[in-house]
């Protein structure tokens, strides 16, 4: 029993790691890049003192690296070893939904769960990048990202559903409002000065494509349990 709890922790830490990494690496590259910026003299108009804030926005990118991670666990997106093992694209139309609300079988608590999923993401994202300070940015960004997910879910022959994409984008919208409220009580700005483009753009993608292209649940399965079929 230890040693089947030891190899699930390992499990889970390699699920959590795929997507992490490439976020991690590539939020050292624009930390670097950011620091050479200050140097030359980039303004940072931030209210918080700045050292605070530098250490709240790392906290903050950490906090969205593991959302990002859990979003991608939790929802089974695609990866390519899904495509590999299934010989092909081969998209099961059964599983496919493109009319939206149109699931006589639909669940309100699964309507609510894919509104409150990408809530955090509507939060973080303008609190940790200025450029995305819109509602309509926050908006477009969470459509995307659920497009994403819901894209790569043909290849694993989990459905593929418009009302997952629309349900997110509300959330996504909720968590911005959510910000605004926090930002006017609190008076914090954590975000920093956009100096590279499309920054956060680039690290969701980071943490989707880590997913998509490292991890192999079941080849890990099949190397830590001896007994899981094969």
Same mark, same amino acid.
């Given at each position: 029993?230890?040693?089947?709890?030891?190899?699930?922790?390992?499990?889970?830490?390699?699920?959590?790691?795929?997507?992490?990494?490439?976020?991690?690496?590539? #939020?050292?590259?624009?930390?670097?890049?950011?620091?050479?910026?200050? %140097?030359?003299?980039?303004?940072?108009?931030?209210?918080?003192?700045?050292?605070? *804030?530098?250490?709240?926005?790392?906290?903050?990118?950490?906090?969205?690296?593991?959302?990002?991670?859990?979003? &991608?666990?939790?929802?089974?997106?695609?990866?390519?070893?899904?495509?590999? $093992?299934?010989?092909?694209?081969?998209?099961?139309?059964? =599983?496919?939904?493109?009319?939206?609300?149109?699931?006589?079988?639909?669940?309100?608590?699964?309507? /609510?769960?894919?509104?409150?999923? @990408?809530?955090?993401?509507?939060? &973080?994202?303008? /609190?940790?990048?200025?450029? %995305? $300070? %819109?509602?309509?940015?926050?908006?477009?960004?969470?459509?995307?990202?659920?497009?994403?997910?819901? #894209?790569?879910? @043909?290849?694993?022959?989990?459905? =593929?559903?418009?009302?997952?994409?629309?349900?997110?984008?509300?959330?996504?919208?909720? +968590?911005?409002?959510?910000?605004?409220?926090? *930002?006017?009580? /609190? $008076?914090?700005?954590? +975000?920093?000065?956009?100096?590279?483009?499309?920054?956060?753009?680039?690290?969701?993608?980071?943490?989707?494509?880590? %997913?998509? @292209?490292?991890?192999?649940?079941?080849?890990?399965? #099949?190397? @830590?349990?001896?007994?899981?079929?094969?």
């Amino acid at each position: 029993m230890r040693n089947t709890a030891l190899l699930d922790i390992l499990f889970q830490i390699y699920i959590y790691a795929c997507p992490l990494l490439p976020f991690a690496i590539i #939020c050292f590259l624009f930390s670097y890049q950011k620091r050479l910026q200050k %140097k030359n003299g980039a303004d940072d108009v931030s209210k918080t003192p700045p050292r605070r *804030a530098e250490i709240l926005h790392g906290i903050g990118l950490a906090l969205f690296g593991v959302y990002l991670a859990m979003v &991608l666990d939790v929802t089974a997106s695609g990866t390519l070893y899904d495509l590999l $093992r299934s010989g092909g694209l081969a998209i099961n139309t059964a =599983t496919v939904n493109l009319i939206p609300f149109s699931d006589p079988d639909y669940s309100p608590v699964g309507y /609510t769960l894919n509104v409150i999923m @990408l809530m955090p993401f509507g939060f &973080l994202l303008p /609190t940790l990048f200025r450029d %995305k $300070r %819109k509602l309509w940015k926050t908006a477009l960004s969470g459509a995307l990202f659920s497009v994403l997910i819901e #894209c790569s879910q @043909l290849l694993n022959y989990r459905s =593929t559903d418009v009302d997952d994409v629309i349900l997110n984008t509300l959330g996504a919208g909720i +968590g911005y409002l959510i910000y605004r409220l926090f *930002a006017r009580v /609190t $008076r914090y700005d954590i +975000g920093q000065a956009d100096g590279i483009p499309c920054e956060s753009a680039i690290l969701v993608l980071a943490a989707f494509l880590g %997913k998509f @292209l490292l991890y192999n649940g079941y080849g890990l399965a #099949c190397l @830590l349990y001896p007994l899981y079929p094969g």
